[in-house]
């Protein structure tokens, strides 16, 4: 068994041809050949046409007008080949093409012949391009509308300032080798470039478009460059507006996050995360990233730290991100965290995400609500301010209660549920830990086993205890 991973043939040379000042003939003068003209103008190529003046497209006629091409204006001639660098047949006369292309194939030209893929010597891929950025796909001749697709897709997951970006590091590195000319330091140069790459990240790097004093911009890199350290985005670029926004991460499963949330994770400066948040929802942040402490019992100071480093980062004019398990509202302290913001001229930003109060029933296939079954849903905790019990409502034969935090509260909740809310001892429950994570489980019982059940089956937060007749209904 060698280390190396296996080759799979069957695939093209990918390479990015450079063909700056050379001689392409087009033959053919249609729309496959207005495209033809594109490609290799993209490129700097000299380019000459050779079609009758019969048949010419718009777009080939303008380039002939604009004499961006050299045209000539007849049929084909083997001689057309004489010091040419690279040909592209786009006839529609399948014979002359096939002989274009044999002819090339002797005199070692690489030649295109459209529609013919084994005379190519080369295909053209499907491209995205956005000043020096390109992109290109190539399925290999098997699907030409599957490959535009995927380069749509790919293209459309970038920053929209792209090549702007990739300008502005060009320039940087140009400036780095400008502070450190010596070969034998190339190393350290590019070593520095790639991890300011790696450290700012795509998102971040688009604030190189919005530097105004580029001098100065230079200067206070370069001071890092001789320290061989690298800044963080808020010590380099100028401050953006400063903005909080309080985000639902969902209950657990990376999937169920919204697509708004995703993006305000990739462009902010600063996240500041609930614990136990999962790692691939994390993975999205490219600013920094800060995890509450885990105090145990003692969640108020972690929670003044956490909305302090928000502060701090706002103050320094950052983008800052404050997430949170389920939804930021349902039981987050997120109302708490808005009015802590307000006092402090900051205006959140809201972004919901999926509740635990809800996804966790419908992970375990509870139907909140039912025609027939259950006609409200009331979503408490089990833990009131300060170590209070919750107010918890009446027994209704068609009503939901969910209650988060119940775990280590479930013998008195059964206590006021069965002896000053009316509960028949029957009435069903379920205990749903770890809701829409790999671990989760569910674990049925009744109102009279709900707190034994606990004990029994070492549930553990966090968890969603469900109460009611909704608990059975599609399973009964
Ligand atoms: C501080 S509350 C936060 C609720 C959160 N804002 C929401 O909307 O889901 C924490 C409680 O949410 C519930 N919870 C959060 N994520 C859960 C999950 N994946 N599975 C079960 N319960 C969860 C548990 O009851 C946990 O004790």
């Known amino acids: ?7 799979e043939g069957g695939g093209s040379l990918v390479v990015a041809y450079r063909i700056a000042d050379k001689n392409v003939l087009i033959v053919g003068g249609g729309n496959v050949a207005a495209q033809r003209i594109q490609s290799a103008k993209i490129a700097d190529a000299r380019v000459t046409i050779v079609a009758p003046a019969e048949g010419l497209n718009d777009e080939v006629q303008y380039r002939i007008n604009t004499k961006e091409v050299t045209w000539i204006d007849r049929p084909f001639q083997d001689a057309d080949l004489d010091k040419v660098d690279m040909v592209l047949t786009a006839l529609d006369d399948h ?13 070692r030209i690489p030649v295109n012949v459209a529609d013919v893929p084994p005379m190519c010597d080369f295909y053209f891929m499907s491209q ?7 992109i290109a796909v190539s399925t290999n001749g098997q699907g030409p509308k599957l490959a535009n697709m995927i380069r749509t897709t790919v293209s459309e997951a970038l920053p929209a300032n792209m090549g702007a970006i990739v300008k502005h590091m060009g320039e940087l590195r140009a400036k780095v080798r400008e502070w450190e000319p010596a070969i034998e330091n190339s190393e ?12 700012w990240g795509l998102q971040q790097m688009a604030r190189l478009t919005t530097v105004q004093d580029h001098d100065a911009f230079y200067a206070s890199l370069r001071t890092y460059f001789e320290k061989n350290e690298i800044p963080a985005v808020s010590d380099v670029f100028p401050p953006a507006t400063p903005s909080i926004a309080l985000i639902g991460a969902g209950p657990g499963d990376p999937e169920l996050i919204t697509v708004k949330a995703q993006r305000c994770l990739k462009e902010a400066d600063l996240v500041v995360s609930d614990r136990l948040i999962p790692q691939p929802m994390l993975d999205l942040v490219e600013g920094e990233l800060r995890i509450a402490r885990k105090t145990q019992g003692k969640s108020d100071p972690a929670q003044d730290e956490l909305l302090e480093w928000c502060l701090e980062g706002l103050k320094k004019g950052q983008r800052v991100v404050r997430l949170k398990i389920g939804d930021p509202l349902v039981f987050g302290r997120g109302g708490e965290e ?3 913001f307000r006092e402090r001229g900051y205006e959140p930003e809201l972004v919901p995400g999926i509740s635990s109060a809800f996804s966790g029933p419908m992970a375990a296939g509870i139907p909140v609500t039912m025609r027939g079954v259950s006609d409200q849903v009331i979503v408490t905790t089990g833990r009131g301010t300060k170590g209070s019990m919750p107010d918890l409502p009446d027994y209704g034969s068609s009503r939901t209660l969910v209650v988060l935090m119940a775990v280590g509260r479930a013998a008195d909740l059964k206590t006021i549920l069965c002896e000053q809310k009316h509960y028949p001892s029957d009435c069903p429950v379920a205990w749903i ?3 829409n994570c790999p671990q989760e489980r569910v674990i ?8 034994a059940l606990v004990q029994e089956q070492a549930i553990v937060a966090p968890a969603v205890l469900v109460v009611g007749n909704s608990v059975r209904a599609l399973s009964e």
Request: proline residues 6%; aromatic residues 6%; contains cysteine.
């Open 188 to 199: 350290k140069r590019m070593g520095w470039v790639t991890r300011v790459c790696e450290k």
């Open 433 to 435: 830990e770890n809701a």
């Open 1 to 7: 068994m060698s280390n190396y991973p296996p080759i």
């Open 444 to 451: 049925l019982g009744s109102v009279a086993n709900m707190d």
């Open 338 to 340: 808005i009015l802590w």
């Open 128 to 134: 995205h391009r956005d000043g020096p950025v390109q």
């Open 95 to 107: 014979d002359e093409s096939l002989r274009i292309g044999h002819l090339c194939r002797e005199r």
